[in-house]
């Protein structure tokens, strides 16, 4: 059971092969043996699953189930869940239980999904490599010695050590592609606006996107369908008509089913940076791309490489604005012993962040402070206009841009901690798609020395059932995305 997808778990529910709370049993069974180990768990509650998946077995005897209607699903602990400890990954927030629902985790629950449990993180979303958590690092599946990528990094550990059988995760330069590369998995970004972030604990508000994390592009669609939707009590979601993001999953020829697409290659991905092995294999697939019959042709993205440079300007600034709000005094952590107001600031918001948040707040504190804000703000705002306008014309010449994910496959824990240069680049081929709100995809490639790696396919704007598809014609051609870390299956 554990190796079924989604609709073939839908199908076991509504045929009675096994009901939801034996579903949830198995899963918390697999938690309880699997997690100290991986450490891809915060929080699980197992009275509460349980009487989720008991009112969900009453739905579907009634007739009343949809496609997520007693599957447990597990979310990313940056989604405020009702009666859930919800900490973002942070001592600032390890005693806060959340008084209502975040807008993904409401949609969920009102298809009928059982909430499986709270997943690690970054602390509050910040870091390539699941290290920054307050509750210890996540651990790869694939090499309990390296990283699972971050900073949705325990939701990927969970779904591909069959600990859940699909997560949801949030991508602000790449939190949810980057661990989806590293750990084999399909984890895709929403173009930004589709998924509301009611909530979702604020990183960086113009960048920050929920998005799923899967075995394969077909269960993404599924989740994606819950998940999407206008929410009036986000100012940033786009009220737009639903989709179905399964619709075009399947059709067209059998034997050519990509004809007349067109794929486009940018010179930036495909120069010097890239593991050699990550890249062969990347090329590998592209030729898979061209036997279905897509077409390829050469674009650029001239802008490319100042896109770190520029998000590590405006993420941090927005998220120097967000943090403020962790004083002390309303919720959250705060400091014992202090001797007056401006004491508690200080010594709680100290105590209560870790290492890796603070550079960041002490980072946009310092661009957006007086004399530095046209210099450098605002020079990254213009430049990520530019960026903007680099896809805009390559999507004039193709309907997809593809490259790697990942300049590698995943690293030692503690090999880039020292270095937080080195740890940034880890996204430099994804962090230009949430700079300009795109979508994009990221699915298994194949395997360097035993790691996975992971192919990023690019979309315009409200492309997202396009690039399903293409995801989903190269998985029929492939079998990557069905590997399993030993010791799991």
């Not at 939801?20 to 197992?46: C, F, G, K, M, W």
């Not at 080195?422 to 360097?448: E, H, K, R, W």
Request: with cysteine.
């Amino acid at each position: 059971m554990i190796e079924h997808d989604l609709r073939a778990l839908r199908r076991a529910l509504a045929a009675k092969e096994i009901s939801s709370v034996e579903l949830t049993e198995l899963y918390l069974q697999r938690i309880a043996r699997h997690n100290p180990q991986l450490n891809a768990y915060i929080s699980v509650d197992p009275e509460s699953s349980l009487a989720q998946a008991r009112a969900a077995d009453q739905r579907l005897a009634s007739g009343e189930g949809g496609p997520l209607t007693g599957i447990p699903i597990a979310h990313k602990d940056i989604f405020c869940s009702r009666g859930w400890l919800t900490t973002c990954g942070s001592k600032m927030l390890g005693n806060f239980v959340s008084p209502y629902d975040a807008a993904v985790i409401a949609r969920f629950a009102a298809a009928g999904a059982v909430l499986l449990g709270k997943t690690n993180m970054d602390e509050f979303a910040m870091g390539s490599s699941n290290e920054t958590s307050f509750y210890g690092p996540v651990k790869n599946p694939w090499d309990a010695s390296c990283v699972p990528g971050g900073s949705s990094g325990g939701s990927a550990a969970a779904v591909v050590a069959r600990l859940a059988p699909a997560a949801t995760g949030t991508d602000t330069g790449g939190s949810i592609r980057q661990p989806a590369a590293l750990c084999n998995l399909t984890g895709m970004k929403p173009t930004y606006g589709v998924v509301s972030r009611y909530g979702m604990i604020a990183f960086a508000s113009s960048l920050d996107q929920a998005g799923p994390l899967a075995r394969s592009a077909a269960d993404c669609a599924l989740l994606l369908n819950t998940m999407a939707g206008f929410d009036e009590r986000d100012s940033t979601s786009l009220d737009r008509p639903p989709e179905d993001y399964s619709r075009e999953l399947d059709r067209g020829a059998a034997d050519r089913p990509l004809a007349g697409l067109k794929i486009g290659l940018p010179e930036q991905f495909f120069g010097e940076g890239c593991a050699p092995e990550v890249m062969q294999l990347v090329d590998t697939a592209i030729g898979e791309y061209r036997r279905l019959g897509a077409e390829t042709v050469a674009v650029s993205l001239p802008n490319m490489d100042l896109s770190v440079a520029a998000y590590y300007v405006i993420a941090p600034a927005e998220a120097s604005s967000n943090l403020a709000r962790f004083d002390g005094v309303r919720y959250g952590y705060r400091a014992a012993q202090y001797e007056d107001l401006n004491d508690l600031y200080g010594k709680s918001r100290a105590q209560g962040f870790g290492a890796e948040v603070k550079r960041r707040i002490l980072i946009g504190t310092y661009v957006l402070s007086h004399g530095y804000y046209d210099a450098y703000y605002l020079q990254a705002q213009r430049i990520r206009r530019l960026i903007a306008n680099d896809f805009a014309e390559a999507f004039r010449q193709c309907d997809v841009i593809v490259g790697p994910t990942s300049p590698s496959t995943a690293f030692k824990l503690g090999e880039k901690a020292a270095d937080p240069v080195q740890m940034y680049l880890s996204d430099i081929y994804t962090i230009a798609v949430n700079l300009a709100g795109l979508p994009a995809i990221s699915l298994p490639c194949g395997f360097a020395g035993g790691l996975p790696a992971g192919l990023q396919l690019i979309g315009d704007y409200f492309t997202e059932a396009r690039l399903l598809d293409v995801a989903h014609r190269y998985q029929q051609a492939s079998s990557w995305h069905l590997q399993c870390p030993a010791g799991f299956a």
